[in-house]
C-alpha cells in the first residue's frame, strides 16, 4: 500500500520561508507521479495550488512554489502571511487512477 | 465557471447506504474525470474514486468493496453509494473535477457532511 508522507505541523515566522514536503513511505516522489498541492482552512474546501510538480494554479501568489528536492516534492511559501496558516496537502497521482493523499502538514504563521 | 454541489441525507443510519449526488453547473460532464473525496473531523483527505463520463472507474483499494460511482451525463450529475456504513464513514463528502493528463484536481464542490448514526 502506498504511504504519502507529510510533516504532521510547522511553524513559520511571518515573512519567513518555510519548505514542506511530501515523501513515498519507500521510494522516491518524481514528476512522473505529478505532485500537487491544496490548502485548506478550517471549515472550508480545499483549494489548488500547485500541480505537475511547480506549476502554479490560476490566481495564487508567486511565494507560493512547487518543486523536487532530492527524494520528495516540496512546497517552499516565501515571505508567509498570516493568512497563510492552513494545512496543507500534498497529492500524488500513480497514473493507474489512483489518487493518494498525504495526511497534512498544520502550517502556524506566529 | 465550473461549480460543483453536493446532495443527499445529512444522517445515515449504520449498516445502511449513504448516497450523494454531485451536480456540475457551468461545464458538460462529458469531459474530464469526476468522482469523490471525504474528510473524517478533524482528520485528513481521503481519495474515494473517480468517474469519466465513458462509465470507466477507479476506486480507492481500501473502499472498493463498498463503493459505486455512478454517472448521469443527461442530467450533468454524477453519483456515490456507498454500503454498509459505520461510524467510520462520518465525514465531510468533497465532489471533485479531477484532470488526470495533469495529475491534479482542478475544481472542488463545498463539501456536504454525512453523519453516521442511529
Known amino acids: 500500500q502506498t504511504v504519502v508522507t507529510q510533516e504532521p505541523s510547522f511553524s513559520v515566522s511571518p515573512g519567513g520561508t518555510v519548505i514542506l514536503t511530501c515523501g513515498l513511505s519507500?521510494?522516491?516522489?518524481?514528476?512522473?507521479?505529478?505532485p500537487s498541492w491544496y490548502q485548506q482552512t478550517p471549515g472550508q474546501a480545499p483549494r489548488t495550488l500547485i500541480y505537475?510538480?511547480?506549476t502554479r494554479s490560476s490566481g495564487v501568489p508567486d511565494r507560493f512554489s512547487g518543486s523536487i528536492l532530492g527524494n520528495k516534492a516540496a512546497l517552499t511559501i516565501t515571505g508567509a502571511q498570516a493568512d497563510d496558516e492552513s494545512d496543507y496537502y500534498c497529492?500524488?497521482?500513480?497514473?493507474?487512477?489512483?489518487?493518494?493523499f498525504g495526511g497534512g502538514t498544520k502550517l502556524t504563521v506566529l | 465557471q465550473v461549480q460543483l454541489q453536493e446532495s443527499g441525507p445529512g444522517l445515515v443510519k449504520p449498516s445502511e447506504t449513504l448516497s450523494l449526488t454531485c451536480t456540475v453547473s457551468?461545464?458538460?460532464?462529458?469531459?474530464?474525470?469526476w468522482g469523490w473525496i471525504r474528510q473524517p473531523p478533524g482528520k485528513g483527505l481521503e481519495w474515494i474514486g473517480s468517474i469519466h463520463h465513458s462509465g470507466s472507474t477507479y476506486y480507492n483499494p481500501s473502499l472498493k468493496s463498498r463503493v459505486t460511482i455512478s454517472v448521469d451525463t443527461s442530467k450533468n450529475q454524477f453519483s456515490l453509494k456507498v454500503n454498509s456504513v459505520t461510524a467510520a464513514d462520518t465525514a465531510v463528502y468533497y465532489c471533485?473535477?479531477?484532470?488526470?493528463?495533469?495529475?491534479?484536481?482542478?475544481?472542488w464542490g463545498q463539501g456536504t457532511l454525512v453523519t453516521v448514526s442511529s
Open positions: 457551468g461545464y458538460s460532464i462529458s469531459s474530464y474525470y
Open positions: 497529492v500524488l497521482y500513480m497514473s493507474s487512477g489512483i489518487w493518494v
Open positions: 505537475t510538480t511547480s
Open positions: 471533485a473535477r479531477f484532470y488526470l493528463d495533469r495529475g491534479v484536481i482542478t475544481t
Open positions: 519507500s521510494g522516491s516522489v518524481s514528476p512522473s507521479y505529478y
